[in-house]
């Protein structure tokens, strides 16, 4: 079993609809969250960042974290064209906090 | 800099061949990390450095990889005699440390390495 497992997708959506991305993990160590997205040829940039368990909210962005269940979601209202991108659930902890362990990231296209 | 920048974008040598990779990280970021992406595989952490000294290479997938920084700055990744398998992307990032009390890791582009 992988230590973060993330469906691949590939996921497509109407523009204006709600998206909902998750990440499964192994590791009850983690204790920092985080989801990054990623356009073609770029590199990752943060997009949300939660520590330990709750929900953090940014404009049209909601990050929930169940460490109960380890579990993290990441949520898209109102999704636009420009939100297509790969999606990647990031997240560290237990005394290597600078070390990142990703999942494999979600395809997502948001169709006009 | 603005961001962290690397270079060769795209790299294609052929196999057996030595490459290097450098990064550039922002500025006063005393943290640099190397990252490996794979198709398929996702990113995998391989070196981290604090300033100039690496306390964990755990990452680095055999002896033909190394990695240095100078100066607390620039960083270079080398692969010796490379393979058809280290064909991926080479991320580099950087931050402030501590790293996750808040501070946020900055990724570059990448190099896109292709062993033929």
């Known amino acids: 079993q992988k230590e973060v497992e993330q469906d691949p997708g590939p996921l497509s959506v109407p523009e204006g609809a709600i998206v909902s991305l998750n990440c499964t993990y192994s590791n009850s160590a983690f204790q920092y969250f985080m989801w990054y997205r990623q356009y073609s040829r770029k590199g990752p940039e943060l997009l949300m960042y939660?520590?330990?368990?709750g929900n953090k909210e940014d404009g049209r962005f909601t990050a929930q974290v169940d460490k109960s269940s380890k579990y993290i979601s990441l949520f898209i209202r109102d999704s636009q064209p420009s939100d297509s991108a790969t999606y990647l659930c990031a997240m560290s902890g237990g005394g290597s906090n600078y070390k990142l362990t990703f999942g494999k990231g979600t395809l997502l296209t948001v169709n006009p | 800099g603005a961001g962290v920048s690397q270079s060769p974008s795209n790299k294609v040598t052929e196999k057996g061949k030595d490459v290097e990779l450098r990064c550039d990280p922002i500025s006063g970021h005393t943290a640099l990390y190397w990252y490996r992406q794979s198709l398929g595989q996702g990113l995998e952490f391989l070196i981290y450095f604090q300033g100039n000294s690496a306390p964990d290479k755990s990452g680095l997938p055999s002896d033909r990889f190394s990695a240095e920084r100078t100066g607390g700055s620039v960083s270079t990744l080398t692969i010796q005699r490379t393979q058809q398998e280290d064909s991926a992307v080479y991320l580099c990032a950087s931050s402030l440390i501590p790293p996750y009390s808040g501070n946020t890791i900055y990724f570059g582009e990448g190099s896109w390495l292709t062993v033929v």
């Open positions: 939660t520590y330990s368990s």
